[in-house]
């Protein structure tokens, strides 16, 4: 799936003019280059012939049509002007350059399964490393092509000249479009998630026992419902082929439940991708459970710990899946972790020093939340900023009147003219009152005010398990102090903890514990 771009006739002629010759070719290029686009143009061209095209997407990452996590064979439509999805083949991982073989293996049985006529195989953007150089030929042989197309920028030398010449096969080099971009990681996994959406739209409901089918891939273990939600599933039939591919949404005991189309077939095998839907819904590759959850199994559902460190004790407090620390103890600046456990990702109140949190912690901070702009409470930003430098999605950053001006003022002291697409973004939110402005923040861009939204009792940021509060209080400048209020009930009280400058406490929705 990509953004589509305005029909281009004289490559589009090009490639005519070849596949009169050698009906099968494969299509290469870096990844933005328009092999996806081309492909449809020749099809739509050659339905207005009165011939039948087919093309197999063989980015399992973003395919040019069908669910990601597969190889999809389609045949074009002239009626939809759109690829009718006609078989694809569900693969473990998203990665084509690292597991080639499954691949390679996938488009072999895929392509025999083509009729004959033109068929365009549309592979990966691999065009760096080991991974891409054997990529071409296995990719040529397993789709049985007698012609290789590249599609490039000009200015793009082709890294596998001499691959591409051993294999004997008619050759064509074609200039990519101008506005031809590469479309960056972020990108990426926002039409990866479309794509999935899309091929979702008319799923339905549906229970499985996992003690009748058989189990391959990458499946988390059995003793960790936690991991499973969000998982991309292929239910398989007696012979391999692909029946449907879904989504799970959850596991209770042998009975997983799941989010499929329609099924036709008996499902025989379950397979298990090693891709899952993040908690902002995108989906990419899941990240490894190697332990169950049996390894914490005898850990208690509330304990609390201090640690003695040079700023003075270090309260923890782990409650279910989510772990609480003062990263500088009860003396030093402001800063708490809140770590969701399951979600593998963080939430921070406060922003001090952050020298005892590591790096790569600041990849997975999804929201901060600053009670006011003294130097102690947001002396950290420097480090969450140079942190989020990369394809990152943006940070969200919620505080009192007056927070965007301030963090925009630590952007601006800073020449950004080499991050291009790589600068870091945070979408930042001031409460005032009883609403919530909203701002865009990215580096070496001007500040955008977006709409401000209304607030309701205190609500700033609400998703399925918890929720943050804030009230405001007074410091001689206005002061948030914030609720964190999980969804889980703990001896039948909602657990509430409240985050304000520089301590930690537990309460419940009748006795409240503030700090």
Sequence with gaps: MSEPMPPDTPRTAALLELLERHPRALLTGPPGSGKSTLARSAAAALAERGQVCRCLAADPGLPGFGPPGAVCLGRWNERLGDWQLEAIEALATLDSARFRLPLTEAVRRMAAQADEGPLLIDAPGVERGIGGAELLPTLAGAGRVSAVVRLAPAQVSDPYS??????????????????????????????????????????????????????????????????????????????????????????????????????????????????????????????????????????????????????GPRPTLRLDGVRATLANGVFGDPLLHLRLRHRKRSLLFDLGDPGRLPARLAHQVSDVFISHAHFDHIGGFPWLLRSRIGDYPPCRMYGPPGLAGHLDGFMRGILWDRVEEKAPRFEVFELHGEQLAHYRLVAGQSMKALSPREVGDGVLHQEIGFRIRAVTLDHGTPVLAFAYEPDTQVRSARSVWRCTAGSLARGSASSSCAY
Excluded at 219 to 242: C, E, K, M, S, Y
Excluded at 257 to 286: C, F, K, M, N, Y
Aim: no cysteine.
């Design 162 to 311: 001499h691959e591409r010449a051993a294999l004997g096969l008619a050759t064509l080099s074609l200039p990519a479009p101008p506005q031809a971009r590469h479309p960056g990681k972020q990108q990426r996994r926002l039409w990866r998630t479309a794509a999935w959406d899309e091929y979702l739209h008319s799923a339905e409901a549906r229970e499985l026992d996992l003690s009748a089918l058989t189990i391959v891939g990458a499946p988390p273990p059995g003793d960790a419902p936690h991991a499973w939600p969000g998982r991309q599933i292929g239910l398989l039939d007696a012979g391999g082929a692909t029946l449907v591919m879904g989504e799970v949404f959850a596991l209770v005991g042998d009975r997983l439940t799941v989010r499929t189309p329609p099924l036709t077939g008996t499902p025989r095998t379950l397979l298990i991708r090693d891709a899952r839907r993040s908690a902002e819904g995108q989906l990419g590759t899941a990240r490894h459970h190697p332990h169950s959850s049996s390894a914490s199994s005898e850990e208690p559902a509330l304990s609390y710990a201090l640690q003695e460190s040079a700023t």
